[in-house]
């Protein structure tokens, strides 16, 4: 994960980021408190992830409490109330924990684009965007994400069908 693009193309991340800075309270961050997904578009809501942050000795789980249609389509199968952890192997999983385990850290929106990290599917490249959300206004406790996919450009590849 790395740090936002400063210009969106898919139109759903752009509505996503721009309702959170619109929820966010001067000088902090909004908590799930400020979201109501009744306010997000219909187009948006397929795509929209609230995650609890679960903290722990070996650091932060990520459990999923809201998962839009899109996401269970990606993935082939319901994830509510399971850990990241449980739906993708360790090695694929790595990325997007970094990602999120920094925006726990830092307070900071996160963004990533890959393959699908779920081997049950063919290569389809995705891009996330992970938007820290705190009851406190500073202490990160879910994360309100987007998850948008396309076919996975050719000179992306980086190896053979099958590989990540």
């Given at each position: 994960m790395a740090s936002l693009p400063p210009v969106f193309t898919e139109p759903e991340f752009i509505e996503?980021?721009?309702y959170w800075r619109r929820k966010s309270p001067p000088?902090?961050?909004?908590?799930?408190?400020?979201?109501?997904?009744?306010?997000l578009s219909p187009r948006l809501l397929p795509h929209v992830l609230l995650m609890d942050v679960v903290r722990g000795e070996s650091g932060p789980r990520f459990k999923f409490r809201l998962?839009?249609?899109?996401?269970?389509?990606?993935v082939g199968r319901e994830v509510t109330g399971l850990f990241y952890d449980q739906i993708a192997?360790?090695?694929r999983a790595a990325p997007l924990l970094a990602g999120l385990k920094k925006l726990v850290e830092t307070g900071e929106p996160v963004y990533l684009e890959g393959?699908?990290?779920?081997?049950?599917?063919?290569f389809i490249w995705v891009k996330r965007v992970g938007l820290p959300l705190a009851e406190d206004?500073?202490?990160?406790?879910?994360?309100l994400a987007a998850v948008c996919s396309t076919?996975?450009?050719?000179?992306?590849?980086g190896g053979a069908?099958?590989?990540?």
């Open positions: 996503l980021v721009d000088g902090r961050l909004p908590g799930r408190q400020h979201v109501d997904p009744m306010e998962v839009g249609t899109g996401f269970v389509q990606l192997s360790t090695k393959p699908l990290t779920v081997p049950s599917r063919d206004g500073k202490t990160v406790d879910m994360v076919p996975r450009p050719a000179d992306r590849s069908k099958g590989e990540d």
